[in-house]
């Protein structure tokens, strides 16, 4: 079952998705109760993101069935954000199922902070958020750009030790009347408590599968409703 939180959720992360597509200047379109960008995206993002949980369905499939045939070679994807669309017939096969979750507004709990954090705002320093944030699984084609900066809903923040080495991060974007948090490393408990003490008296909303849903439950989030992402088959 689905609930007004699972939208909020949705157009959140659809809110994101397109400052990422924005960022690397690709267009924002929509249809149908979804959003979608017609042309190569960046790594780990979507080509269409379903947004209104009333939306019909099936006009959303063959949406999707005429863009795969309108853009043959597109690496197509799909977040099926509320796991309710069949794309086998346009040539998709679903990669993983997911659960949104929901976070009550929190503060940061008192003391014990080792790390200092901060906004990133500048382009050497997010290159250097990036790397962190890739770990061993370095790629050249960068997923976030200096454009994204400009855009002051969308907050990459990151932890500095007293040496002033980045331990750990994340990204926290505002829309939908909630703070989406996606791409943390290092500690999610220490991302989670810097952005209550940051933007104390907002709720959180983000998406994890299989055995990352018990960490986010024992971080304080409810689990919400199912979403579902496809590719091509």
Known sequence: MHDARDEIAALNNAEWCAAIWRSHGLPVET??????????????????????????????????????????????????????????????????????????AQSAPAGGEALEWRRIENEPDLAAWERAWRGEDQNPERIFHRELLADRRASVLGGFDPAGILGAGGVAYDAAGALGVTNIFGSRRRFLDALGASAPGRPVVTYEAGGDLASAERNGFTMLGALRVWVRA
Do not use: I
């Open 31 to 104: 249809a149908h109760g979804l959003w979608f960008c017609p042309r190569p995206t960046p790594q780990y993002y979507p080509n269409v993101v379903t947004v209104e949980l009333g939306a019909d369905p099936m006009a959303q499939a063959r949406f999707v069935s005429d863009l795969r045939r309108a853009v043959p070679d597109l690496d197509l994807s799909v977040k099926d954000s509320f796991a309710c669309l069949e794309l086998e017939a346009a040539g998709l096969k679903p990669l993983f199922d997911a659960r949104w979750l929901w976070r009550a």
